[in-house]
């Protein structure tokens, strides 16, 4: 209605020809001639919407199947918007991949459009104020064969650097080096740390936030002086830039991970170091276009406390020496000198290796397997 009363003014009031009409409103003439001459009904014509048929239309249906699918399965068993192209590419779709993400996106909006009204409060950070941890279950062919791992995720809330470290199991000492890697990579330490109410940090949930918080994790918090801070149960978006991590890490670097064999699990997270501090370098900032994160992350070093030396964040337990001269631990055994047969040691477990104490003193050292059912020997026991 707007563009035919200015049409209109143009030609009965500021007489204007048709001609200086359509250049200046780049209407076409044979347009400009039909309004004018329906003086009597003053509606600006509705046009139908254009249709363009495409090479994704036969298979438009299928998609949007998928795609609500999609919505119902837990998130880290979603399928990527990719590999639904190439199942489309192989039932015999033509077409290209931005079609395909295109219509994903519409998709999604449509989906958000017809939400459920919840309002949600955006969270702001300062820098050096915070970071947040989770883990995630993951699988990588190591040593030949596929295994399961856990993969320990710790990232500054504000500049969005992130590290990744591959364990075995999400047991305390492994919980305690992943802290101190991270914190090592960062550079420094954050005010307060942001922890879902796993059972490495918390014994027992309280009402509200009243939490009883685990001896040995308390430990670690407070050598490297930082406040810990429990999400509400069932309330994942409390710490969703760790939980969107996980996400972006899974199809960023994991799915590198999954196709190649590495050697061992030392291999496995040199490699995961370099693809983070790569990552770094070339991501740009959410909030801060113009920067990346590994820049952000200079302004962000200057507000974190001074590294202290690393938390010995080792768990340890009685144990009984038999008169086989053998201790268990996980199914297997491991050796320790005959003259402590049949007496009480301590033996103490790192992410990598085992100690055995016995009257403060270190009596032997072991290189800690994951297998089961094996011996290893020292020939000096």
């Not at 320990?152 to 890697?181: G, I, N, V």
């Not at 086989?324 to 199914?331: A, E, F, P, S, V």
Request: charged content about 30%; glycine content about 6%; some cysteine.
């Amino acid at each position: 209605m707007a563009m035919l009363a200015k049409v209109r003014r143009m030609f009965y009031r500021e007489r204007l020809s048709k001609r200086e009409i359509s250049r200046r409103t780049g209407l076409s003439r044979n347009t400009i001639d039909t309004w004018l001459k329906e003086r009597a009904e003053v509606v600006e014509p509705v046009y139908p919407a254009r249709r363009v048929e495409t090479k994704l239309d036969a298979y438009a249906d299928i998609l949007r199947g998928w795609l609500k699918t999609n919505q119902h399965r837990s998130k880290r068993d979603r399928r990527t918007v990719h590999s639904m192209y190439q199942e489309l590419v192989a039932s015999g779709y033509r077409g290209g991949y931005g079609r395909v993400a295109a219509f994903a996106r519409r998709f999604r909006v449509e989906q958000s459009q017809a939400g459920s009204g919840r309002a949600f409060v955006p969270m702001k950070y300062q820098l050096g104020e915070a970071f947040q941890f989770d883990w995630s279950t993951e699988y990588a062919f190591i040593g030949g064969l596929r295994r399961r791992l856990e993969v320990a995720h710790t990232k500054l809330c504000a500049s969005r650097a992130f590290w990744l470290t591959a364990y075995p199991t999400q047991s305390h000492e492994m919980l305690f080096d992943a802290h101190a890697r991270a914190f090592a990579a960062f550079g420094g330490i954050p005010i307060r740390g942001i922890y879902d109410n796993m059972k490495t940090a918390v014994d027992k949930v309280g009402r509200g936030k009243q939490r009883t918080v685990n001896a040995r994790f308390d430990a670690m918090a407070s050598h490297y002086l930082f406040e810990p801070e429990f999400c509400n149960v069932a309330s994942g978006w409390e710490k969703g830039i760790v939980e969107k991590n996980v996400q972006d890490r899974r199809r960023q670097i994991w799915r590198e991970a999954m196709e190649t064999r590495w050697a061992d699990l030392d291999t496995l997270n040199e490699w995961l170091a370099k693809q983070c501090l790569m990552v770094w370098a070339e991501s740009k900032h959410p909030e801060w276009p113009e920067l990346t994160v590994a820049e952000l992350l200079e302004d962000e070093r200057a507000k974190l406390m001074p590294l202290p030396r690393p938390f010995d964040g080792y768990v340890e337990y009685p144990v009984r020496v038999p008169s086989t001269g053998l201790i268990h631990l996980d199914r297997n055994r491991y050796s320790v000198p005959t003259a402590h047969a049949n007496r009480f040691v301590s033996l103490r477990l790192y992410p990598r290796t085992i100690e055995v104490v016995a009257d403060d003193e270190k009596i032997a050292t072991h290189v800690r397997s994951f297998e089961r059912d094996q011996t290893h020997y020292d020939w000096q026991h």
